[in-house]
């Protein structure tokens, strides 16, 4: 045989591992099995890491033990997969963010969203003051304190208990039952909430800030104390996955056109200052909280929750991160290919 035609061949061979691969563990045909092999796998392997520590200026959140751990994927069509802590109701803190943003898009309008806060990244810590002054649109966008903040004082609403109502129905919508607040943390929060009512007083200063500020900073502290459990968060995420329709309960939450905005503001500023390391990594939108949770989507596919309290110094959640940059890598449906670096 020539020596070319036997490089056709092998290329052919090649080419056909290929796509049988790609088949086997890509994006568009992940069995049952592998969605669980994937979760369960990365439990066990990052179960045991002891790095971080518990958010400790929201006092109560020291008290979360550490060695909780759950990681649960929900597809779009409606499917569970489950290791480790699914039950553990924890604070959503700042995973609310991305969802009281899509209540804007769906009341207000993307364009509202865009113009009101704003969509760019600060490249600061989430609770930056600094950003405020530096950026012309102040809020920067709605998934750090500021725009989160401005974002619940933007919605139309004739009293407090209407605005807290409009957020607490939609996030509860997002998880398909109805939420409950763990007061402990609304107290412990609101009763240390200096540096956020220096951000609502600097906002409102700047005419950013769309209603009282002591109201919009309540209804924030609020929302971010929403009790939810790993698997709560996994089915909020796959509503994000299936186009704004929560796959549990069939219930619209957000038009389907106004998805791709919102994972694109997760995508550069779900982990604020962590965001580039995160994208590089996972290259998956996604978004944290100081509770300990974790969302990230596979846009039309499925999304991935992880619940563990211990933080790094950004404020993200230690076997959280891995686990996800670890199903991402396994199941191949980073956005951009397949990660290979964790
Ligand atoms: N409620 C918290 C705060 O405003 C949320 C922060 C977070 O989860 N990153 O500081």
Redesign the pocket.
């Known amino acids: 045989m020539k020596s070319h035609s036997l490089h056709k061949l092998l290329g052919f061979t090649v080419s056909i591992v290929i796509s049988l691969t790609a088949v086997a563990v890509g994006a568009r045909d992940i069995t049952p099995e592998q969605y669980q092999a994937a979760v369960d796998e990365a439990f066990e392997k990052y179960k045991d890491v002891d790095e971080g520590n518990n ?1 400790d ?2 006092p109560i959140l020291t008290k979360t033990p550490g060695d909780l751990f759950g990681v649960v994927i929900a597809t779009r069509d409606g499917k569970l997969y489950i290791a480790g802590e699914d039950k553990y109701e924890f604070s959503i ?3 609310s963010k991305p969802f009281t943003a899509s209540l804007i898009m769906a009341r207000n309008g993307p364009r509202e969203l865009r113009e009101k806060i704003g969509v760019e990244p600060t490249g600061l810590p ?2 930056s003051r600094l950003a405020i002054e530096l950026y012309d649109s102040r809020s920067q966008n709605p998934l750090v ?1 500021a725009g ?1 903040i401005a974002a619940v004082s933007l919605l139309e609403a004739e009293s407090e208990e209407e605005r807290w109502n409009l957020v607490h129905r939609n996030i509860s919508d997002y998880a398909g039952r109805e939420l409950s607040v763990i007061e402990e943390v609304y107290k412990s ?1 609101y009763e240390n ?1 200096w ?2 009512r220096a951000i609502a007083n600097l906002l409102k200063n700047y005419g950013r800030l769309y209603s009282d500020p002591e109201e919009a900073l309540r209804v ?2 609020r929302q ?1 104390s929403i009790g939810i459990n790993t698997r709560d968060l996994a089915i909020m995420g796959a509503t994000l996955a299936n186009e704004g329709v929560n796959p549990f309960t069939s219930k619209k939450l957000l038009d389907r056109e106004d998805v791709p905005e919102l994972l694109a503001i997760m995508a550069t500023a779900g982990f ?1 200052d962590e965001s580039g390391e995160w994208m590089y990594s996972a290259g998956l939108p996604a978004k ?4 300990g949770g974790i969302v990230a989507v596979v846009p039309g596919k499925f999304a991935i929750a992880t619940f563990s309290a211990p933080l790094n110094e950004a ?1 993200n959640s230690v076997r959280g991160m891995r686990a996800i940059r670890h199903i991402a890598g396994t199941l191949g449906v980073g956005l951009y290919g397949p990660n290979t670096e964790e």
């Open positions: 958010a200026y929201i803190q700042s995973v989430f609770n304190n989160a929060e909430v540096g956020n924030y502290t971010c604020y944290t909280g100081v509770g404020g």
